[in-house]
């Protein structure tokens, strides 16, 4: 059981606790203490607000071990709001309904499994923008 | 122009190797290599291999194989980048010679597939991506193609039938090479129905997983030109990387690793792009070999797949690609597959390509990429004059 290894990462997994540049504003997700765009130190946490649009997306039929039981499901690149790509599965909608521009937000889902009696990996995924009342 | 130059090479077929072990596979490329090369004298030996470890629950290759092959004593490693391996054991060869400190070298890709079946290889592979943030949402190797592949097609206003001129082009090819995995035509008609294998990457798109292994023997030029009558000069030789996940990249859709170890090959032999005669690239995906003929200078962003559907990829066309049948057809076995590359251009360089010969090719290039675009290895061979 690889318990650290996800426990870790509870604040990404969980909440998108990312990173923010301190010189140039850009918000990092995951985290990575050095900023993509101008290389420097990015270290203070930012939480994105969980919510993007589907950059691109494709349905996995050949599931690897511990995702068999969900085969087949459908992994995007989510674009959040404040700039990044997110790599994530998208939940509650239908097949049919997802493209390209989608509005999505982030909810807390079952990722994998490890057999019957292993621990359960949970994380984000993606579903339908609720869309705000005007 | 580097100082190295290979005289020796040796594959083997790649096929599903029921009755072949890893230390075998690695033998029977090595052996034939040596023969070729007229030498067992080994220094250093680097084995390009990606998976033994989960695959075969084997590491430490370098000894296994110095033992194996009667090389004993040599110097030997492993050298890991993913489906990059083959191609970065080779560059550490070439650095190794041309330091001085190494006179001959051995490079050796092997990769053994089918000792695991179903959902494990397929989990082997994905370990190439970002375990943290890729692979624990269950996204696969193959599914990195397939993002890569809609959003291609999203951004250029393409359809999945613009890609068939990849797959029709190795298949064309494969036929006529005895050691492809497989050898049947493909009409284009038939590509766009295949079966999905991760939407919109289909059964044709993808290239086949198999076993095999390919070995590459080089050595200072001086030395080459007296002990085989063709040496095959390393002309050009370079790694680049870009981030690991897909989704770190700065530009989805290009290449960076591959657009930067081309440039830094190229100004190392002192040429351009339209020096090249033929192009071994990295044909996973039908959208990987249009992405890579793209960073390579050959086509305009968004244009790549038009050089398939012109025919310019034939071996009669402007640049050659896939000219033993590529990934697709020849087969992809992961770490082993950058040293296949190496084998077919210095073939073609020889003039020892049989059917796949293109007339009178005198510089080819070969391209071996990891994870899909994170890490890039391009070697530029030339004729020796
Ligand atoms: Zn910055």
């Known amino acids: ?134 | 122009m580097s100082d190295v130059s290979i005289i020796g090479i040796g594959q083997t077929k790649v096929q599903e190797s029921w009755d072949t072990s890893l230390r075998h596979l690695a033998w029977y490329a090595i052996e034939e290599a040596l023969d070729d090369a007229h030498t067992n004298q080994i220094d250093a030996i680097y084995v390009g291999n990606m998976m033994a470890g989960q695959l075969s629950h084997q590491s430490h290759l370098g000894a296994l194989v110095a033992d194996f092959a009667g090389l004993r004593g040599a110097e030997a490693m492993t050298i890991e980048a993913a489906d990059a391996s083959g191609g970065a054991a080779m560059r550490q060869a070439v650095l190794a010679v041309q330091s001085g400190l190494v006179k001959t070298a051995l490079v050796v890709g092997v990769e053994k597939m089918t000792d695991q079946t179903g959902n494990l290889v397929t989990s082997a592979m994905s370990t190439g991506l970002d375990a943290d943030y890729e692979a624990v949402h269950g996204l696969t190797n193959t599914g990195v193609g397939a993002l890569l592949m809609r959003r291609y097609m999203h951004q250029y206003g393409v359809g999945v039938a613009d890609f068939a001129g990849f797959s029709v082009n190795a298949h064309a090819n494969g036929a006529d090479n005895p050691l492809a995995m497989f050898r049947n035509r493909l009409k284009a008609e038939r590509f766009a129905a295949a079966p999905l294998v991760a939407d919109p990457v289909n059964l044709f798109d993808m290239a086949p997983g198999g076993d095999g292994s390919a070995a590459v023997i080089v050595t200072r030029n001086e030395r080459a030109m007296d002990m085989v009558p063709r040496p095959v000069r390393i002309a050009g030789s370079a790694i680049a990387t870009d981030t690991l996940a897909l989704h770190d990249r700065e530009n989805l859709l290009w290449l960076k690793a591959a657009e930067t170890s081309v440039q830094r090959a190229l100004a190392a032999a002192g040429l351009t792009a339209d020096d090249i005669d033929l192009f071994e690239l990295h044909d996973s995906f039908t959208v990987m070999a249009a992405l890579s003929l793209e960073a390579a200078g050959f086509a305009a962003k968004g244009e790549g797949w038009q050089l398939a559907r012109d025919g310019q990829i034939h071996r009669d066309g402007r640049i050659p690609i896939s000219t033993f049948g590529g990934l697709k057809a020849r087969g992809n076995p992961g770490g082993a597959t950058g040293v296949y590359q190496i084998v077919e251009v210095a073939r073609q360089l020889r003039g020892s390509a049989g059917d796949c010969q293109i007339e009178g090719a005198k510089i080819g290039m070969a391209q071996n990429v990891g994870s899909n675009g994170a890490s890039a290895v391009t070697h530029i061979l030339r004729v020796n004059e």
């Open chain 1, 1 to 134: 059981m690889e318990v650290s290894r996800h426990w870790r990462l509870n604040e990404q997994r969980y909440r998108l606790v990312g990173e923010t540049c301190d010189s140039c504003g850009t918000k990092l997700f995951p985290p990575r203490d050095v900023c993509l765009e101008c290389a420097a130190p990015a270290k203070e946490l930012y939480t994105f607000t969980g919510t993007g649009e589907v950059f691109s997306y494709t349905t996995i039929y050949d599931a690897p071990a511990g995702f068999e039981q969900n085969a087949p499901y459908t992994v995007a690149l989510v674009k959040l709001e404040e700039g990044p790509l997110v790599t994530a599965q998208l939940t509650d909608m239908a097949k049919d309904e997802i493209h390209i521009g989608m509005p999505v937000e982030m909810v807390t889902r079952k990722l994998s499994t490890d057999g019957p009696e292993g621990m359960i990996v949970y994380g984000y995924k993606f579903r339908p923008a609720v869309v705000a009342a005007l």
